[in-house]
């Protein structure tokens, strides 16, 4: 049971080819190039959400910050589209792999927090001592003030990674005990069944909710360096 | 947990590197959001000297003093 609970999980090699390659470079054939200055719908609408959301994203950063402004939108649509093609059926969803979140968690903090240091470094080493301590605290305070830095990208990627896995695995476990029951008695695999329509519509919140989560989070921190 | 096996981290590492940080990249950067099409304001190339910069007199032949 647990094997084929968690074979989904499994990062997909067909006959030792790694097609998890493919895997990950496919969301990228649903953004189209823009060629003309007037576009098919798909790439207009397209430009418009990235539009809306560079404007609310990046409305808070100073100039230095807006610099970053190409690598966070494609984040949040490379984890969004990502996440949720991760919803069709049988499908590998690549966020689920703590490989991938770490990789894209500890580069962007790092590169975050070692901006700050190099152009605001008074500024950023004055971020491990919160104003207003009382003189005592302080040596405890800067300790758990670097705890907390350091554990801000492990946080970003096992953030990610949990609630995706979670909320796939729950849809594994509802759904099959919604077909096991339907032999027993059909009122309670109807009853697991609207369970499942329900969860459905979570998870595709939660996919883009986590897009979301993980670039604010990175921008935030920017933020806090520029 | 299969995500725990690192045989295959630095395969998935490597494919979403190339992905985010230069795929979709080079399809967002494509985006351009012109602004909306207005008359561009001329600039002349050539400057009035000082003594046109201000109108004081009207000459004209007739208004001449005659001789």
């Known amino acids: ?226 | 947990m299969p995500q725990l096996d690192t045989s295959t981290w630095l395969v998935t590492i490597i494919a979403m590197i190339l992905t985010l940080f230069i795929l979709i990249q080079l399809k967002f950067h494509k985006y351009s959001y012109p602004l909306s099409p207005a008359p561009k304001t001329f600039k002349s190339t050539s400057f009035p000297t000082p003594w046109e910069t201000k109108w004081t007199k009207f000459y004209s032949p007739l208004l001449l003093p005659q001789q």
């Open chain 1, 1 to 226: 049971m647990n094997e084929n609970l968690f074979s989904s999980f499994i990062t997909p090699t067909m006959m030792g080819l790694p097609i998890v390659i493919l895997i990950i470079m496919f969301p990228t054939l649903l953004f189209p190039t823009p060629t003309r200055l007037i576009n098919n719908r798909l790439v207009s609408a397209q430009q418009w959400l990235a539009q809306l959301i560079l404007k609310q994203m990046m409305m808070m950063h100073s100039p230095k910050g807006r610099t970053w402004a190409l690598m966070l939108i494609s984040l949040i649509m490379f984890i969004g589209s990502t996440n949720l093609l991760g919803l069709l059926p049988h499908s590998f969803t690549p966020t689920t792999q703590l490989s991938m979140n770490l990789g894209m968690a500890i580069p962007l903090w790092a590169g975050a927090v070692i901006t700050g240091f190099r152009y605001k470094t008074k500024a950023s080493l004055a971020h491990f001592l919160p104003q207003g301590t009382p003189v005592p605290l302080i040596p405890m305070l800067v300790i758990i003030e670097t705890i907390s830095l350091f554990i801000q990208p492990m946080a970003l990627a096992v953030r990610l990674t949990a609630n995706i896995t979670a909320g796939h695995l729950l849809m594994h476990l509802i759904g099959g005990a919604a077909l096991a029951l339907i032999s027993i008695s059909p009122t309670t695999a109807l009853i697991t069944f609207i369970i499942l329509i329900l969860l459905t519509i979570l998870e595709f919140a939660v996919a883009l909710i986590q897009a979301y989560v993980f670039t604010l989070l990175v921008s935030l921190y920017l933020h806090d360096n520029t």
